[in-house]
Nanobody, 126 residues
Framework: QVQLVESGGGLVQAGGSLRLSCAAS????????MGWFRQAPGKEREFVGV????????NYADSVKGRFTISRDNAKNSVYLQMNSLKPEDTAVYYC???????????????????WGKGILVTVSS
């Protein structure tokens, strides 16, 4: 059974940093794209970023570009999201996701996602 488990969320002040981790189990995802989405209260789930299987290709939502960085460790079957310069509008539940195809357009519309994590809350106070 495939599981994606997020960790590292919590409460942080505006301007601070957090690093989210997502550990996958049940199968190896070294040949898959891995990424993150988020859903703020009262809003739809939105794309945050994605990283390709070889970790050289990345794509980010404009709202986080320059502040967030995605990385992965295929040996640990894990993906990470380093979040810097956090803003109150970054408050959301963050979801780890895995999809076989690295296509930023598909990830941007949340299509072609094969597996989802259950999410973890990040709260940024002003």
């Amino acid at each position: 059974q495939v599981q994606l488990v997020e960790s590292g969320g919590g409460l942080v002040q505006a301007g601070g940093s957090l690093r989210l981790s997502c550990a996958a189990s049940g199968r190896t995802f070294s040949n898959y794209a891995m990424g993150w989405f988020r859903q703020a209260p009262g809003k739809e789930r939105e794309f945050v970023g994605v990283i390709g299987r070889n970790a050289y290709a990345t794509n980010y939502a404009d709202s986080v570009k320059g502040r967030f960085t995605i990385s992965r460790d295929n040996a640990k079957n894990s993906v990470y999201l380093q979040m810097n310069s956090l803003k109150p509008e970054d408050t959301a539940v963050y979801y780890c996701a895995v999809g076989f195809i690295y296509d930023p357009r598909r990830w941007g519309s949340a299509t072609g996602i094969d597996y989802w994590g259950k999410g973890i809350l990040v709260t940024v106070s002003s």
